[in-house]
């Protein structure tokens, strides 16, 4: 049984950084692409970030590029999420998700996912 759990959310002001973890148990997932989602309560989640199984490959969403960079420890089952020059709209709860099981670039299913963790930005 694999289980993600997420840390490192919080309360921050805006202009300021936080760096969510995500660390796997389980079984290793270091052949496993992985991803950073979040949702706001009554909206769609969305895709955040992605990370192939060996870090070569990165995406950040639009409206997070120059700010959000997206990492992985695979000997320590981790995923990272460092964000910067946060800003209110970032508020939500931020989902890891690994291992894809389909869909195609841009709306990738994935297998595992963690409880999520709150991330608040006040102006």
């Known amino acids: 049984q694999v289980q993600l759990v997420e840390s490192g959310g919080g309360l921050v002001q805006a202009g300021g950084s936080l760096r969510l973890s995500c660390t796997a148990s389980?079984?290793?997932?270091?052949?496993?692409?992985m991803a950073w989602f979040r949702q706001v309560l009554g909206k769609p989640r969305e895709n955040v970030a992605r990370?192939?199984?060996?870090?070569?490959?990165?995406f950040i969403t639009e409206s997070a590029k120059g700010r959000f960079t997206v990492s992985r420890d695979n000997a320590k089952n981790t995923l990272y999420l460092q964000m910067n020059s946060l800003k209110p709209e970032d508020t939500a709860v931020y989902y890891c998700?690994?291992?894809?099981?389909?869909?195609?670039?841009?709306?990738?299913?994935?297998?595992?996912w963690g409880q999520g963790t709150q991330v608040t930005v006040s102006s």
């Open positions: 998700a690994a291992d894809v099981i389909g869909g195609s670039d841009g709306n990738y299913q994935y297998r595992y």
């Open positions: 389980g079984r290793t997932l270091s052949g496993d692409a």
């Open positions: 990370i192939s199984y060996n870090g070569a490959y990165t």
